[in-house]
Each structure stands twice: as C-alpha cells, then as structure tokens.
C-alpha cells in the first residue's frame, strides 16, 4: 500500500485550524475540545510519518519533501508544548502556521516527495551522516 500525503496533510490542517480558531474565540469550556483537536492534527502527522517510515524501510530523511514533514511535525509540537507550559497561544498559532505551511508545499510540489534516490543517497550511510 503506497501512502499518500493528498489524504493525510489535509485532515491535519484541518485539525490544527478548528482546533486554534475553539481556541482563540470560545468560552473556556471549548477550549479542551480546541486543544484536543490540535494534538489530533500532531499525533496524526506522526502517525504519518511512522507509516512512511515503515513502508520506506528508512526513515523519512531523504528528500526535501520528507524533510518537510519533519519540519511540520516538530513545529507542531513545538507551538504546542509550548501552549501547554507557557500559555503562549500565539507561539501554538504562529508554528501551526508554519507547519500547514510547509505541508502546503508538499501538496504543491509532490515531485519533492519522489521515494526513487539518486545513487550518492543510496548509501546506508547516509542516515547517520543526517
């Protein structure tokens, strides 16, 4: 089975985005359902990435796409770590921002995605040397 990026990325960003808008303009009560729905969009773009890993037999360090999903993960994760320690909303929003932004580029640009590597990536040394 080959996944694929079109079915995922959107969920996530509309996870991300309902989840900070209950978060910014709902009664305290909402609230938990705006953070919920934030760590859904996180735990489901790791869970993403988990899969690709496991259907590559690498990790997904190789091209700028994957790249780009790390970048999107650990943003997300960042923003929201940090709003759960810090309160900082706007430090969630801004990296949740980022992290859509960057998964909007790997839609855009499903090239970057490619799973074929040229030959010098094709060393097992390449994922320590990452």
Do not use: D
């Not at 709902?26 to 993403?48: D, E, I, N, Y």
């Not at 980022?98 to 909007?104: D, S």
């Amino acid at each position: 089975m080959k996944l694929k990026l079109e079915y995922f990325a959107p969920l996530v960003m509309l996870l991300w985005l309902v989840g900070s808008l209950l978060l910014h303009f709902s009664p305290r009560k909402v609230c938990r359902l705006g953070r919920g729905l934030v760590w859904a969009g996180v735990l489901t773009l790791g869970l993403f990435i988990c899969l690709l890993w496991l259907e590559l037999g690498h990790p997904p360090l190789r091209t700028i796409g994957e790249t780009r999903l790390w970048y999107s993960l650990l943003l997300s994760l960042t923003g929201v770590i940090g709003f759960v320690y810090w309160r900082i909303l706007w430090l969630q929003s801004c990296s949740l921002a980022m992290a859509a932004l960057f998964l909007g580029l790997n839609l855009a640009y499903p090239e970057m995605l490619e799973r074929v590597l040229m030959p010098a990536l094709q060393s097992p040394w390449f994922v320590p040397h990452v």
